[in-house]
């Protein structure tokens, strides 16, 4: 009879274990996001995610078609749930965590290596963030990660069949947004200058070029079609961007906002440590190219963040090692030090970017320091308001009635959260909206929203105030701060093919 324990047994034990920690932290922030995910509203740019759900296409002004396309499942299996819809982002920031630790393992880490990657990339404040939304900078983390793990297991085993993987996840990000193009040139630039350059000679690699651009071929057809349009709308949000101020404090964001401000000594190890290493020096490039190329261009601070999972996974297994060669008191105390650290931290974090309180002292604090959940307050006051506005009008005024909208938000929100109360399809000329056009025959009563009076009236005959957008909290945004008021308006001035020619706008 064989015997019932082996010598392999303990080792498979230990690997469930380790992987079963990176699962449990996973699983307690997937947990998080689900008990409060139901909270205040949605965000204007999940309402433009939805509202471009609707309308699928190979390709929008503002982004790639994959994050629509996975709204528009969440619309088939949930409706208009933000539990519901917000899953899928949510799985995505729990793969990251998982992927963490998984990198620290590849790495030649154990058990406190991949359990202080995971942990620390979990209880950073924008892969917390990336789980209260639907965004598209959730699903591009995401494939950044991946493709950073699947990176060094190309350089770990040097087998170039890695190369198909790769490809596959750089055209699957590139589908989700642009950005992903900086990673994978910084990739093939770090190994192009590194010992294991030969890769690039293999036939896989050219498989994995080929993949990648027959994934994001659609998408380029798309923008061929459209003369480019994403490329004008990209130069158009980044001077307004700079010139906003946006890209200031790039670096100080880096430390507290991509990353736990208790992990810097980690993913500055880790940058360290992969530039000693011949063999996983790649991954270095990978973050610095991108961070030259975005500090030089006053960038906005969150395009780097899904670089430092790879960072922390290695600055871990550093960590680790230094521990071991150090008394065990002395490592029990620094690891205790480090880990209460990164959960005090992240604490802070979580009180600022989740939703805790519909009610309360959290609640107040999260919206006073967060201006994304500001921005999901009032979308339901404001559809409501519309409707009523709409109820009081003449039957011969309703007959003929169109809304025309400011922003996406507010074209989302009529849209998505509208048909509830039987509005018309919305009227818009920001982004993607643009090419929907307006109705035949055209309306000749509106409801004009985001316009100031003096907007109003140079646009549209007749404008009287009608209404006012805000919401009965006092919460302080955009939509309370800038767009304050709602009209009722005739026609335009100017025969609608002439108006919709002189109006395309970006958001």
């Given at each position: 009879m064989p015997p019932i324990y082996t010598t392999e047994q303990p080792r498979n034990r230990s690997?469930?274990?380790?992987?079963a920690s990176m699962l449990a932290i996973a699983a307690a922030v997937v947990?998080?996001?689900?008990?409060?995910?139901?909270?205040?509203?949605?965000?204007?740019?999940?309402?433009q995610f939805l509202s471009d759900a609707r309308h699928l296409d190979w390709g929008f002004v503002a982004y790639p078609p994959f994050t629509p396309f996975i709204e528009r499942i969440g619309l088939?299996?949930?409706?208009?749930?933000?539990?519901?819809?917000?899953?899928?982002?949510?799985?995505?920031?729990?793969t990251v965590i998982v992927l963490a630790g998984l990198m620290a393992k590849e790495l030649g880490g154990a058990r406190l290596a991949q359990i202080t990657a995971a942990l620390a990339v979990a209880l950073s404040a924008l892969p917390l963030f990336n789980g209260t939304e639907f965004q598209y900078t959730s699903f591009d983390s995401l494939w950044c990660v991946l493709i950073a793990y699947l990176t060094i297991r190309l350089l770990k085993s040097e087998n170039p069949r890695w190369w198909l993987a790769i490809g596959a996840v750089i055209g699957v990000g590139l589908e989700s947004k642009y950005t992903v193009l900086f990673l994978a040139v910084s990739l093939v630039v770090g190994i192009l200058i590194s010992p294991v350059r030969r890769l690039l000679l293999s036939r896989w690699f050219a498989i994995g070029v080929a993949l990648a651009f027959?994934?994001?071929?659609?998408?380029?057809?798309?923008?061929?079609?459209?003369?480019?349009?994403?490329?004008?709308?990209?130069q158009y949000i980044h001077a307004r961007d700079v010139r906003w101020g946006r890209g200031d404090r790039f670096w100080?964001?880096?430390?507290?906002?991509?990353?736990?401000?208790?992990?810097?000594?980690?993913?500055?190890?880790?940058?360290?440590?992969?530039?000693?290493?011949?063999?996983?020096?790649?991954?270095?490039?990978?973050?610095?190219?991108?961070?030259?190329?975005?500090t030089l261009t006053h960038a906005v601070f969150y395009y780097l963040a899904p670089t430092y999972p790879m960072l922390i996974a290695m600055g871990a297994v550093g960590f680790e090692s230094w521990c071991a060669r150090l008394r065990r008191g002395w490592a029990v105390a620094l690891t205790a030090v480090l880990f209460i650290g990164i959960l005090a931290a992240g604490a802070y974090g979580i009180a600022i970017v989740v939703p805790l309180q519909a009610n309360g002292p959290l609640r107040n604090f999260a919206l006073a320091q967060n201006e994304a959940l500001r921005e999901e307050i009032g979308w339901?006051?404001?559809?409501?308001?519309?409707?009523?506005?709409?109820?009081?009008?003449?039957?011969?005024?309703?007959?003929?009635?169109?809304?025309?909208?400011?922003?996406?938000?507010?074209?989302?929100?009529?849209?998505?959260?509208?048909?509830?109360?039987?509005?018309?399809?919305?009227?818009g000329?920001?982004?993607?909206?643009?090419?929907?056009?307006?109705?035949?025959?055209?309306?000749?009563?509106?409801?004009?929203?985001?316009?100031?009076?003096?907007?109003?009236?140079?646009?549209?005959t007749g404008c009287r105030l009608a209404g006012h957008n805000g919401n009965s909290e006092g919460v302080r945004n955009e939509e309370s701060e800038y767009h304050p008021d709602i009209f009722v308006c005739g026609p335009p001035r100017k025969p609608w093919p002439e108006l919709w020619r002189e109006h395309r706008d970006f958001g």
């Open positions: 690997r469930w274990a380790d992987t947990l998080l996001h689900l008990v409060t995910n139901s909270r205040y509203g949605f965000h204007r740019d999940e309402l088939g299996l949930f409706g208009i749930n933000m539990v519901g819809l917000r899953l899928f982002s949510v799985l995505a920031q729990a027959a994934i994001f071929l659609p998408n380029l057809l798309w923008q061929i079609h459209h003369d480019f349009i994403s490329l004008h709308f990209l100080f964001k880096q430390f507290i906002v991509c990353a736990n401000i208790y992990s810097t000594p980690l993913w500055i190890a880790g940058i360290w440590l992969y530039l000693r290493s011949p063999r996983f020096r790649p991954l270095a490039l990978m973050f610095l190219l991108p961070a030259i190329f975005y339901d006051e404001l559809v409501r308001t519309v409707a009523q506005i709409r109820d009081s009008l003449p039957p011969d005024q309703q007959a003929h009635l169109g809304i025309t909208t400011g922003n996406y938000g507010e074209y989302g929100a009529i849209e998505i959260l509208g048909r509830a109360y039987g509005l018309p399809e919305p009227i000329t920001t982004n993607s909206e643009w090419y929907r056009g307006y109705p035949t025959p055209a309306p000749t009563t509106l409801i004009v929203l985001g316009l100031g009076e003096e907007e109003a009236n140079a646009l549209f």
